[in-house]
């Protein structure tokens, strides 16, 4: 089992190696953001399936890592690997002080403050004209030569999103993970065998916004500028139907759902971008009554125990 | 008061501040509208529905197709008011017997999400139905203009709305404490199995408050349709500020869903002559502290 594993991974590994070679650039420019979108539902999904804490706000880190970058980068003049160093510590910082008071509820009051926390996230960057530009967005906001090409950033992008859900990995297996899910399963036999719920849930909220906003970071460079509507419900909402999509209890969920979420959008949105949120409102309607354990969950019903068994 | 003043230059202007309270009350009025049924709706099915918003946006769009396709007559503006928010409650109906009706049972996130989705599906139908430019309706003839209260001016449409804010607080009133349907729905609020266990059809309670509250939403919508330009983002506004104006009050508490309305209203009307800019985070910023403080809001029930 372990060397089927091994030879799996490497496949991924090699293909994602060699397929930004082969591919035409603008499937590249498609493979990049689904690593980032990748990256934001898995980082998303540490709170919803490891921690059970459904945040519909999470737009609001994503646009703070995104807004940090481009305001270093084009105000201050940073170069942009410092800028999106600071992107993920930014959302953090922003998570902190947010996630402070939304982990003290639960359940639909914790979904429905950290929305309320972003929509003023999306507020404070609409209005504040002067600093973010306010609807025109911050425009330019191009990597340096060297990356400027679709498949160089997108090595790139892989590179560092690559590193992060390694990390994201090591997190959910870690003792905290574990503590965790503890949690997700009954938060007061969590508390009576010692575990400090609160600080844990506002633990994995920080580290959940921290690479939120390395996504963000990430997104900024790959977009070209940045909006106010990073900070928007739709994109609070992106994270949840591909995680949704793929599938809330596997790790690596997430990841499938954001492949299979941005092909159908470069199919769909391409074609008739009117009905793409058309589509994707049914199909979030169709999954929750239907398939609730997402695409992946349906094709693989144990393969998410595999953690816990270990 | 020398600071006050040169802070505030408004604070000795006594007519401003009428006309200031009053139209933060039509505001407050609307909302309660809104966060009323809202509230009404997780009180009894214990599903926020974060659709709301849309069915205030599709009571005002039905609105405005219908003072545009009915006869001209001065009267008919009050046909459609009364129309449209009919139209949204069997909309509500709709969704409420054919998907809702699936997810009671089912996790909250699952709930929520399903609602979310709403949004964006009527939020698309809208936009095809209806295109992407923004609609106005005029409002009737005899309330078109503005009447002087101490010399400033006031919408006399708004006039309507205050008279209205009463009446409807009343006639729901009347509805929950007076009424077996009223106690049928307070009964839901406190313990839904123990209703169904007494021999009530609670699944038809469920769709009957589903419709109630869509229909409030749908008929907010339409009253301030004449009030605003309507547009394709109402949806998103309307619910963060209904939403806000719940969570202060309490969710499933009517009595605090009016005080609150109150007070979001009156904030919102001094909160843009006080901090421009910021009047929304202000907003926020309350409900923040109330969360807080009270998670289970000013009047409502914690949570078990």
Redesign the interface.
Known sequence: MTTVRAVGWLVVLAGLLVLPLVLPSFLVVVMTEIAIVGLFATAFNLLMGFGGMVSFGHAAYFALGAYAAALLVKQAAWPMVLGLAVAPFAAAAGALFFGFFIVRLTHTYFAMLSLAFAQIVFTVVFKWKALTGGDDGILNVWPPEALKSPRAYCYFTFAVAGLAILALHAIVDSPFGMALRAIRENPRRARFIGVNVRRHQLFAFVLSGFFSGLAGGLFAFFNGSVFPDFAYLNKSFEPLVVALLGGIQSFFGPLAGALGFKILETVIARQWPVYWPLFLGTAVVVVVIALPQGFVGLLQRRAWRTPTAR | MDLLTSLFPWITNGPLIVVQVMSGLSVAMFLFLVSVGMSLIFGVTRI?NLAHGSFYMVGAYLLVTLVETLPQHPLMFWVALGLAPIGVGLLGGVIEVT?LR??YH?E???Q???T??????I???V??VWGPDNKSVARPDALAGSVRIFGQPFPSYYLVVLALAPAVAVALWIIFYRTRWGMLIRAATVDREMLGALGVDVATLYTQVFVFGSWLAGFAGALSAPTVAVALGMD?DVL?TA??VV?IGG?GSFAGSFISALLVGELQSFGILVFP??S??LL?AI??VV??VR??GLLGRP?E
Do not use: C, D, Y
């Not at chain 2, 979310?116 to 599906?121: R, T």
């Open positions: 926020v998907l699936r997810i089912r909250p996130l699952l929520l999400t399903l979310f989705g709403l949004i964006l599906v939020g698309t139908a936009l095809l998103g963060t939403f806000v969570v969710l800019a910021v929304i985070v926020f409900m923040a969360l807080i998670p289970w949570e």
